[in-house]
């Protein structure tokens, strides 16, 4: 299971979730999402701590934290 999931298609690439992660994993993809805009999205799924603080900032509510049992 995924730690974090972007719905990259409703992403409006605003950044502000890049600059929460304590890790600096959360990133701007080159793609371009349906919308149009360069979505967010994670770089290395392994360094990611689940601190919930992307989905917190998240205007748009498109990130989903799971934490690990």
Known sequence: MAKVEFDQDRCKGCELC???CPVDIVVIDDKI???GFHAAT???EDKCISC???A???PDVVIEVNKEE
């Open 52 to 54: 919930g603080r992307c």
């Open 18 to 20: 890049t600059t929460v």
């Open 56 to 58: 917190s900032i998240c």
């Open 33 to 35: 999402n349906v919308k």
């Open 42 to 44: 994670v770089s290395d």
